[in-house]
């Protein structure tokens, strides 16, 4: 493999949707250059708006001021031309749609343009990594890193390794997101779904699997969640919260509980229709909830702006203070 850059300036981003221009916004507001690409014109057009709007968020909720936001903006620019975006990066993050021959398609293409040195490092949701690395020359500079929704504010993005992956690319990567000041985790095995997405999607097909057995409305199971385990979830996460609670009552809860939950691999009769309907959420107007005539827009400002609030609660609070296994 080729050397692991020295530093890391200049990015690439491939794919402008929901979440490349977001992470495309975390890189510039870091200071560096980004070239972000997407093959579909009109939405790499339009990303240069959804960014300005995050950035007046940002400015309003003064996390950021206004000259920072419009040098944050200017580092960004946009390109039909995978060997232009990429032309002397440092380190490419792929996010175009989740479906691997794509991936795969474009990793190829990345191995022939991208500088011998650059991390190539796919934002796939829980694909394999190793899948993805094995359509380029030289797997041992890709890894995965996936962000979460809007990448600009949750800190967290996981550090996957690949099965070829070098630990120089692994540990420059996750050095970089440190730097950055976003929380960084190693996962250090390539499973579906990764740690995030898994237990995600536990808590999500129960969800679902309570409101297709009518014991409670999604408004309900959505205040159960917000009000009660999710209020706990940023400050104890899961095996401080059993700590606090106590093994003996987790393992006494399991016994008569985990028979009982829904094992089912198959999704649901709800989200199965939803779907067939072309009721996608908020981008469509309907979802599990109504949305018609709502602007999606003003509403991920919203979101953002109340995450904000969180995020500067979560960064004043001592992560390491948790006793270490
Ligand atoms: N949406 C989320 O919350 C979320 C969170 C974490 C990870 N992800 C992952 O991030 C990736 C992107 O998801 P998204 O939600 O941003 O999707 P999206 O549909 O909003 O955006 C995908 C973009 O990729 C572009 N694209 C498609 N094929 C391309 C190609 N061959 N080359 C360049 N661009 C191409 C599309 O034009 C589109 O702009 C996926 O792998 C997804 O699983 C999504």
């Given at each position: ?61 003064g ?32 996010a ?8 795969r ?27 993805v ?71 999500i ?42 093994l ?32 996608y ?45």
């Open positions: 493999m080729s050397a692991t850059p020295a530093r890391i300036d200049d990015a690439a981003v491939l794919g402008s949707g929901v979440m490349g221009h977001g992470i495309a916004l975390a890189f510039a507001l870091d200071g560096h250059r980004v070239s972000l690409y997407d093959v579909n014109e009109d939405l790499l057009a339009e990303s240069e708006g959804r960014i300005r709007s995050v950035l007046d968020t940002l400015v309003s909720a996390e950021v001021d206004a000259d920072d936001a419009d040098a944050a903006a200017a580092r960004i620019t946009r390109t039909t031309s995978l060997s232009d975006a990429v032309s002397g990066v440092d380190f490419v993050t792929e175009v749609v989740e479906e691997l021959d794509v991936k398609e474009v990793f190829a293409e990345l191995s022939a343009h991208a500088p011998d040195d650059a991390i190539l490092a796919t934002n796939t949701s829980g694909l394999s990594i190793t899948a690395a094995d359509a380029t020359d030289d797997p041992e500079r890709v890894v995965g890193t996936h962000w979460f929704n809007p990448p600009y504010v949750v800190p967290l993005v996981e550090v996957v390794r690949g099965e070829e992956t070098a630990d120089s690319v692994v540990e420059t990567t996750y050095d970089f997101f440190e730097a950055m000041g976003k929380t960084p985790v190693h996962v250090e095995k390539d499973i579906p779904g990764f740690i995030g997405n898994r237990i995600q999607m536990a808590m097909y129960e969800a679902f699997s309570l409101l297709d057995r009518g014991v409670a409305s999604a408004e309900a199971i959505d205040r159960a969640v917000k009000a009660g385990f999710g209020f706990r979830l940023p400050l104890l996460g899961v095996f401080e919260k059993v700590d606090h609670s106590g003996d009552v987790e393992h006494e809860v399991e016994q008569y509980l985990l028979p009982e939950l829904d094992r089912g691999t198959e999704s649901k009769d709800v989200l199965n229709e939803a779907v067939e309907n072309g009721d959420g908020l981008k469509t107007g309907a979802g599990v909830y109504d949305w018609e005539g709502l602007d999606p827009g003003e509403i991920y400002d919203q979101r953002d702006e109340a995450l904000l609030a969180i995020l500067d609660l979560y960064d004043s609070y001592d992560m390491e203070r948790t006793p270490r296994t």
